[in-house]
């Protein structure tokens, strides 16, 4: 019996990729104008410093920092951090929260599995305090019942420490757990792995990568499709009549 659905955060709730091209986007203005050097010379620098970043780093949740990020990409422009790194982290995370918006059907079905006493997770990488302030701007904040991140768990996914602390915070066993995330190495083999339930969340219909044939998942391309797959086995109410809508 699934008692818990466990989402990944980032691509698997809301647009990541697509807020962060615009947050970066005015990150890069800022520098062009205070700095006075080109936008190529602005993105070169960002490149060098997150792949240095993680090099340096490895598989952290430090190595996600937009702080450590922005920091060293001015040290690559030749400019002393302090000038302007505060200024580039406040305005990419401003943009980023402001801007932040559910799926479609991420409401219906966060309001469905409540109602049916499902307990839901939230299980991603990068640092906490961050994984917070976006869940706060997504207005999840009374739908998660526990959170684990990277951070806490000293370990990224696929890692088995992180999806066993979800569990252990939830206490549950594996098989009373269904994970939910977009990434198919770290999220669905990793909970795969574990032990749970694993769905693919997959809104570009990809296809599975090589290596795959031994992995049992499923696959929904939306959350309405999700809210699909998951009702029968946890009785959830047709989606159209939610609350008496139509």
Not at 27 to 38: A, H, K, N
Not at 66 to 86: G, H, N, S, W
Not at 133 to 147: E, F, M
Request: aromatic share 10%; charged share 30%.
């Amino acid at each position: 019996m699934i008692r818990a659905v466990i989402f990944d955060l980032d691509d698997t709730l809301y647009d990541y990729h697509t807020l962060h091209k615009e947050a970066f986007k005015r990150v890069q203005e800022l520098v062009v104008e205070r700095l006075g050097v080109s936008g190529e010379q602005s993105e070169e620098a960002f490149r060098r410093a997150r792949i240095a970043t993680k090099e340096n780093l490895g598989e952290t949740a430090a190595s996600h920092s937009r702080m450590l990020y922005f920091q060293k990409t001015l040290e690559y422009l030749d400019i002393r951090p302090l000038y302007l790194a505060l200024d580039m982290y406040e305005i990419y995370w401003g943009v980023f929260l402001n801007k932040m918006t559910l799926y479609p059907g991420v409401d219906k079905l966060m309001d469905a599995l409540h109602d049916k006493y499902v307990r839901v997770a939230i299980c991603t990488d990068l640092l906490a305090q961050i994984q917070h302030r976006k869940l706060r701007a997504l207005r999840l904040t009374d739908d998660v019942d526990c959170l684990v991140t990277s951070e806490e768990a000293g370990a990224e996914k696929p890692s088995p420490k992180i999806f066993q602390m979800c569990l252990d915070k939830l206490r549950l066993y594996p098989k009373e757990a269904c994970f939910v995330g977009d990434s198919f190495e770290k999220d669905v083999k990793g909970a795969a792995a574990a032990g749970m339930r694993a769905i693919w969340f997959n809104p570009e219909k990809q296809e599975p990568p090589a290596g795959s044939e031994d992995v049992v998942f499923e696959t929904v391309a939306s959350h309405e499709e999700l809210y699909a797959l998951l009702a029968p086995t946890l009785s959830l109410p047709p989606i159209e009549e939610k609350k008496g809508e139509a």
